[in-house]
């Protein structure tokens, strides 16, 4: 499947808001989603094909040297075909570029499947937020991902 890696528009976002109902027992508003667009401090990318249709997309805010992943989501019938992994690779060459020290997530205990994506880019555990998420009720995994530029200071 051919698709490019590239920063959401607003016209992305009922696309976006459709994979978050079908990923997220509690999805994100079209206007939170909105409050994620690229600006000064978020980056906000998608998988898309030609034909202009999201596969999937990663959020990230940042402050000074600490990026914090939102949402990372590939619509369900696109998994399986890397689009994550690229999502993920992308984010880290803005991490980059942003001169982070660091990127950490949270990410549901149960989500086995994320832990491991997360674990094969670098991300490793370095914390747990006790019933963070509702829907059903469970932990947070907190992972981190240091960069080596930045972990001599």
């Known amino acids: ?30 206007e939170q989603l909105a409050g994620q667009m690229k600006d000064a ?3 906000f990318i998608a998988a ?9 997309y990663v959020g990230m805010m940042f402050v000074l040297d600490e990026g914090y992943i939102s949402n990372v989501a590939v619509s369900p019938k ?9 999502l993920i690779e992308r984010l880290d060459e803005l991490c980059s570029g942003h001169g982070l020290a660091f990127v950490s997530l949270e990410v549901r205990a149960g989500n086995v499947p994320a832990i491991a994506l997360y674990e094969k ?16 009720r469970e932990d947070a995994i907190i992972m981190t991902k240091f960069f080596e530029s930045r972990q001599e200071l």
């Open 1 to 30: 499947m051919e698709y490019t890696i590239r920063d959401v528009t607003p016209e992305d976002i009922p696309q976006i808001g459709q994979i978050e109902t079908l990923c997220f027992s509690m999805p994100w508003t079209a």
């Open 41 to 43: 401090q978020h980056e």
């Open 48 to 56: 898309a094909d030609e034909s202009g249709t999201v596969l999937g």
């Open 78 to 86: 696109y998994r399986r075909q890397g689009i994550a992994d690229a």
């Open 121 to 136: 880019h670098g991300f490793a555990r370095a914390g747990l937020r006790k019933n963070y998420y509702e829907r059903p």
